[in-house]
């Protein structure tokens, strides 16, 4: 499956159907969501918890409820469905609750979709997976991933596969160290990434969804910066100056050997960002949003938000 170029102006063909979007209340699936709704395609939202899947009334033009990790609730979840886009994946950050690897939750899930997909007669299936480079490409994160991908290759299914590098929000862990008065990354900040906006892989998500071939596409910002640039723009938004520690990669491969038997997903996380972070992370270039703004957004909305209750 060779990669293929961006549309500029990605469209949804009236022969979309009605799209399924697995992982519409995380960050991505809702930018997805949005897009779709606003080309006037029916949404379904795959969910397992109602309290969040309320959020998306006038999104979604119906809300499924179903863990994709059991099977067993994905009965009846694709009658009607035309079409899937499935951004299911466990967060990047680093949190202390579930402990499986992203093999045990993203690989399983995304598995049992595609053969619910499959049985089900579904048209097209379209998956975000991430931008895969030899350096980490024997990552657990991204063998997770790529397993997702070799499946889809193997079925009867006609399907794309969305390949962005970092998300903005993934940078945002830079603006609370930013406040704190000092930031860490690995290497010497030198390895170059172009970040993309979500609105911007939601987009490319749309193009391979209206292509009729199946495609890989890999997804960009419109700026190439370098790790260091991006935590100085972390302390500009916040207003301090940059102090930056520089950790040797090989400390935080250690770290990740030894977190292996104690916590698979942590562990996953550090020797990704290890490898990934002092590497070139680039694709080829879309969209117009910039990582300044969205630092700059987000610093403004966290001070909007009273610190004390408002009488």
């Known amino acids: 499956m ?31 969501a949005t897009a779709l709704h606003r080309t006037g395609t029916p949404v379904v939202s795959l969910s397992r918890d109602p309290a969040r899947a309320r ?30 886009i499935s951004c299911l994946g466990a967060p990047m950050a680093f949190r202390t609750g579930d402990r499986r690897s992203f093999r045990d939750l993203d690989t399983v899930a995304n598995l049992n979709l595609i053969e619910a997909a499959r049985s089900a007669g579904v048209r097209r299936f379209v998956y975000v997976s991430l931008l895969v480079r030899p350096a980490w490409s024997g990552t657990g994160y991204a063998r997770a991933h790529e397993e997702v991908v070799d499946r889809l290759a193997g079925s009867d299914l006609s399907y794309g596969v969305v390949r962005p590098t970092g998300m903005f929000p993934i940078f945002d862990p830079f603006l609370a160290m930013a406040r704190r008065g000092l930031a860490w990354i690995p290497g010497d900040g030198r390895a170059t990434t172009n970040p993309v906006h979500p609105s911007e892989v939601a987009d490319a998500c749309l193009d391979v969804l209206g292509r009729a071939e199946d495609c890989s596409l890999p997804v960009g910002g419109p700026e190439t910066l370098t790790r260091q640039e991006i935590v100085e723009l972390a302390f500009r938004a916040v207003g301090r100056t940059p102090r930056i520690l520089h950790l040797p990669r090989s400390a935080l491969l250690a770290g990740s050997a030894l977190l292996r038997p104690i916590h698979p997903r942590l562990s996953e996380v550090t020797d990704f960002a290890a490898r990934a972070l002092t590497n070139p992370f680039v694709a080829p270039p879309s969209g117009r949003r910039r990582l300044a703004d969205h630092f700059a957004e987000v610093v403004r909305s966290s001070r909007s938000v009273p610190t004390e209750p408002v009488h």
């Not at 102006?9 to 697995?22: I, K, M, N, W």
Request: charged letters at 15%; a negative charge; hydrophobic letters at 45%.
């Open 2 to 32: 060779n990669e293929t170029a961006p549309n500029p102006s990605p469209t949804v063909r009236p022969s979309a159907g009605t799209v399924l979007v697995a992982g519409a209340t995380g960050m991505l699936g809702h930018a997805v």
């Open 55 to 84: 959020a998306l009334r006038g999104i979604a033009d119906s809300v499924v409820l179903g863990d994709a990790t059991d099977p067993g609730t994905l009965r009846g979840a694709f009658d009607g469905v035309d079409a899937v």
